[in-house]
């Protein structure tokens, strides 16, 4: 009996602990004590402390915006332009920009989306990732750095779309299938065949 008691005690102040860290952070936008950090090498994002009830995202510019993890929250981030001559009128051919998609050194070709998302996501490249198979119709990559978002339901996935879920996981889909799931589109490949139960090496360039 006693040691039931001990037990609840521990219980009882290690919860107090964790409301008190949430509290704290969330009423004053402070990063959580217990947390697991990642941090980003490129935009406006240097870190994001992940607590057990809130997330913490700080800015480059010293901000910082916590909110509750199942609050919905698009981080503010920075657009690079590479080439600081870019005009308006090189921003309405976004429509008409492809990209190459090289998965296991075979070569596609692929249309990109107009959208904050793969304005940022352009700039970035080219990237190489080693992306993880999931449910027999998608491959995934969570990458370094957080990208804006405008998540919807697609209803419906095709062959050959790439998502983003969140802001840093890119999904590229081999199998058409309904979905519940909110992503915000990156773009779409073109003829992509089957890729497998297995890990694949992407490369990604202009």
């Known amino acids: ?9 521990i219980l009882g102040i290690l919860i107090g602990i964790i409301l008190l860290d949430t509290l704290q952070a969330k009423l004053f936008d402070n990063r959580p004590f217990i947390k697991i950090t990642d941090s980003y090498n490129d935009g406006s994002i240097l870190k994001k402390d992940k607590g057990i009830f809130v997330h913490t995202y700080v800015y480059r510019n010293g901000e910082k915006v916590t909110v509750y993890r199942w609050e919905k929250y698009s981080p503010v981030v920075d657009i690079k332009v590479n080439d600081k001559n870019q005009n308006k009128g090189e921003e309405e051919k976004m429509s008409n920009v492809s990209i190459d998609v090289i998965i296991n050194n075979k ?7 107009d959208n904050a998302t ?20 998608e491959k995934y990559v969570y990458m370094d750095y ?8 697609p209803g419906h996935i095709m062959a050959g779309d ?5 802001d840093n996981c890119l999904v ?3 199998k058409s299938f309904d979905t519940t799931y909110s992503y915000t589109r990156i773009g779409h490949i073109d ?13 990604l360039k202009k």
Not at 191 to 203: A, H, M, R, T
């Open 1 to 9: 009996m006693k040691s039931i008691k001990i037990i609840l005690i």
């Open 107 to 113: 070569s596609y070709t692929s249309t990109i989306e």
């Open 118 to 137: 793969t304005r940022e996501f352009l700039n970035l490249l080219p990237q190489e990732f080693n992306m993880e198979e999931l449910n027999g119709n």
């Open 146 to 153: 957080l990208l804006p978002t405008n998540s919807v339901n």
């Open 162 to 166: 790439i998502m983003l879920y969140g």
């Open 172 to 174: 590229i889909f081999y």
């Open 191 to 203: 003829n992509l065949e089957d890729l497998g139960n297995s890990n694949v090496s992407v490369l």
